[in-house]
């Protein structure tokens, strides 16, 4: 392993009983010092993995490495570890500095050095001055300081985070994911951080992994992730996707919607099936005559920053449109896009054939 990796899943499968596993043989290395986010619907496993990092639950198969060395059944207390919680899992009945201090009392510290470092880890959160406030006090977002203070007050290596935004309204929410993301890029540790809200995600990681059905599907930077979807689920999950069916006629060549377009895909076989995505804000407006694909308007929403607009083609392909510029409902119109808008994804492809497929891209750019 990596000098610079702090945690490795080898082939990791958890199951109970007799039903089927929710984790099957996952494997994925998380480096020291990044922000990374487990991203899923709803019993896709990413719970599970937080859980099995912590040591609440052991894994049923593989192996869980933490430094190198394999923690499968080294307690919780025993892990350079700290969760944060949905629901933070505060103390009513101790103020903010007991809260914070909590963890520092269990092991006997000095009451001089867990008064240092209690004022340390509220500074560190902004909750200076805050040491004797009543958790009944406290907003939503200060009770989440506190509980991200009590995590680092113990200096983990690894500080876990299960969707502990997604109690707080929208706006407070959008506040703490810039909070969030500054804290980590401070202390300098790693952060492993559950939800499943994709712009979430998409804001505030280093690396993604999108999870469903117990099976990692997709790994990468947020970018890589959207502009480079691995199939039709992650292309679904992360933002909005147009797709539609095609053939990939030869290199740097498409057809869908009964046409043929230029596109920057290669190292797929001649006429092979394929699914094509092209993004809302990649679909450009214009008169018919001019567009690449002619549509007809269905219906038109302000959405604030751009129009939604949802149109057919003749063949009954819906096409998503995000516009700053308005449409009329019952008009045919023309979409204009890019050869570099149009996604190609192989059916069944692995994680690793298509990392070697874009690697295969990079080398012939850079020998261009």
């Not at 896709?44 to 059944?73: H, M, Q, W, Y």
């Not at 929208?170 to 810039?178: A, D, H, N, S, V």
């Not at 919607?257 to 809302?280: H, K, S, W, Y």
Request: glycine share 6%; with cysteine.
């Amino acid at each position: 392993m990596e000098e610079s990796t702090i945690i490795r899943f080898e082939h990791v499968t958890k199951q109970y009983d007799q039903d089927t596993p929710v984790l099957d043989h996952v494997s994925f290395e998380i480096e020291k010092g990044k922000f990374y986010t487990l991203l899923g619907p709803s019993g896709c496993g990413k719970t599970t993995i937080l859980r099995l990092i912590a040591g609440f639950i052991e894994p049923s198969k593989g192996n869980i490495l933490f430094n190198g060395k394999v923690i499968n059944d080294v307690p919780a207390n025993k892990r350079q570890v700290n969760t944060v919680f949905q629901d933070y899992a505060l103390f009513p009945h101790l103020n903010v500095f007991e809260n914070v201090a909590f963890g520092l009392r269990i092991k006997k510290m000095k009451s001089a050095d867990i008064t240092a470092k209690v004022k340390e880890a509220l500074r560190f959160v902004n909750l200076e001055g805050y040491e004797t406030r009543e958790i009944s006090e406290m907003s939503g977002g200060q009770r989440q300081r506190v509980a991200i203070a009590r995590a680092i007050v113990n200096e983990p290596e690894v500080i876990l985070l299960d969707e502990p935004l997604s109690a707080l309204d929208l706006k407070l929410r959008t506040e703490m994911q810039y909070e969030l993301r500054e804290l980590q890029r401070r202390l300098g540790i790693t952060f492993i951080f559950v939800t499943h809200d994709q712009e979430e995600a998409l804001a505030m990681s280093d690396e993604i992994f999108v999870l469903n059905k117990g099976k990692i599907q997709q790994s990468g930077t947020p970018t890589d992730i959207y502009d480079e979807p691995i199939n039709r689920f992650v292309a679904d999950f992360i933002g909005e996707s147009n797709i539609v069916a095609g053939k990939m006629v030869q290199d740097f060549e498409v057809e869908f919607t009964g046409q043929r377009f230029e596109c920057v895909d290669q190292g797929l076989d001649a006429n092979e099936p394929v699914e094509i995505v092209i993004r809302p804000e990649d679909l450009e407006i214009t008169t018919a005559e001019q567009g690449k694909l002619q549509v007809r308007v269905d219906s038109q929403l302000f959405r604030g920053v751009h129009y939604e607009i949802c149109c057919y083609d003749e063949a009954g392909n819906e096409w998503l449109v995000h516009s700053t510029k308005r449409a009329t409902v019952g008009a045919e119109i023309g979409l204009y896009f890019e050869p570099e808008a149009i996604h190609v994804m192989r059916l069944g492809e692995t994680e690793e054939e298509f990392d070697k497929r874009l690697e295969a891209y990079d080398e012939v750019s850079h020998a261009e």
